[in-house]
Structure formats: structure tokens, C-alpha cells
């Protein structure tokens, strides 16, 4: 007994492969997770262009759909602004610098792209009313902010969400030759599975 392909079964072949194809690279693409926080937060981040521990931690803000202000140093006024930060809380100015921002009061300052959930939600989750100095993940100092922190530090000119969207490569257009690898190897199976059907014969 031959089995018969049709036009319809071709079709309807082709079609599963088009939507596994879809699939596939839906989830490929960025997903928003966001973090588990419980309070209101702000990343205040000091930026460089060129740097690629800056891009680092934008890509990882973006991914996890964080509130965040940026500042970047190229503009005189953040240069200037950063500066100061790090004299008076007696660190190496360097970036990315972040200004963690819990319920309206400063409570760290964290100089480095740290890419781990677990250490920001803790600083998020347990505010301390105290403003603490990281060198990465490691404490450096604990300290008491100023009551003009936000004029003394955080008043400079802050970029545009858009801006950091496209810097973080999250933003960017989607080009279907990234995903060729997968398109073709989703092809091939049909192409198989169309042959197999073909060549069965009773």
C-alpha cells in the first residue's frame, strides 16, 4: 500500500514548521523578567560609552525591566558630579558607579557592574537607612548620606530611556540571518519528515 502525499498534507507540514520556526525564535528574543522586589528603587548610574562593563550593566537593567536614571560622563557636569561622589565617600572614581536609591534615601553606592539578582534584591528588600559603599559585591565602607545628597549628586543631566535601550543592544532591529541556524535546521526536518512519508510503502 502506497500512502498518498498531498497537496494538504505538504501544506499542513510546512505550516507546523512555519509556527515551531516562530516559536523558536520567540524565544530567542529578550524576555523582561524583572527582579523580586518589595520597595520603590532607583539605579542612579554614572556612565562611559566606551566602556564595556557599562554596556554590561545596561544590557542587564534593560533585561530585567529595573527603574534607573543615567547619567553619562561624557557631559561635563556627571564627570564633575561623580567626581565629588568619589571624594567624598573615598572611592577610585570609575565606571559603571551606581547610586542605589531605596524609598526616596540613598542606601548604597556600588562601583562595578554587578550582574546578580541576589545582591540587589537584598539591597532593595533590607533597606538600612545607611548609605554603604561596594567595590563590586564586597563592602568597602558604611556611611551616613548627606541631607543634600540628591543636589550634590544626582543633579546632573540624565540621558533618555530610548538612548540606553539602543546602547544596551536591546533595542536594536531584529535581523533574520541570527536566527538562519535554527530556520534551516527546522527546514530540513520537514524536508526529512516529507521524504520519510514519501518513501513509505506497504
Known amino acids: 500500500m502506497r500512502v498518498e502525499i498531498s497537496y494538504s498534507h505538504v501544506s499542513l507540514i510546512l505550516l507546523l514548521s512555519m509556527l515551531l520556526t516562530g516559536y523558536v525564535i520567540g524565544t530567542m528574543t529578550t524576555t523582561v523578567s524583572g527582579l523580586e522586589v518589595e520597595n520603590n528603587y532607583t539605579l ?29 560622563i561624557e557631559e561635563e557636569v556627571n564627570n564633575n558630579l561623580l567626581k565629588r561622589l568619589a571624594t567624598d565617600y573615598d572611592f577610585q572614581a570609575g565606571t559603571p558607579t551606581v547610586v542605589l536609591v531605596v524609598n526616596g534615601k540613598p542606601e548604597a553606592i556600588v562601583i562595578g557592574a554587578v550582574l546578580e539578582d541576589n ?8 533597606p538600612n537607612g545607611k548609605l554603604e ?23 546632573g543631566v540624565p540621558t533618555t530611556y530610548e538612548d540606553v535601550l539602543e546602547y544596551s543592544g536591546k533595542g536594536r532591529p531584529f535581523y533574520i540571518f541570527e536566527y538562519l541556524p535554527t530556520i534551516v535546521l527546522l527546514l530540513v526536518i520537514s524536508s526529512v519528515t516529507i521524504a520519510f512519508l514519501w518513501r513509505r510503502k506497504g
Open 133 to 155: 559603599v561596594y567595590i563590586g559585591t564586597s563592602l568597602k565602607s558604611v556611611n551616613i548620606a548627606r541631607v543634600t545628597f540628591f543636589d550634590d549628586y544626582l543633579s
Open 44 to 72: 542612579y548610574v554614572y556612565g562611559w560609552r566606551p566602556c564595556p562593563h557599562c554596556h554590561d550593566l545596561a544590557n542587564y537593567i534593560i533585561e530585567n525591566n529595573m527603574n534607573f536614571t543615567w547619567f553619562w
Open 119 to 126: 545582591f540587589w534584591e537584598r539591597l532593595i528588600n533590607n
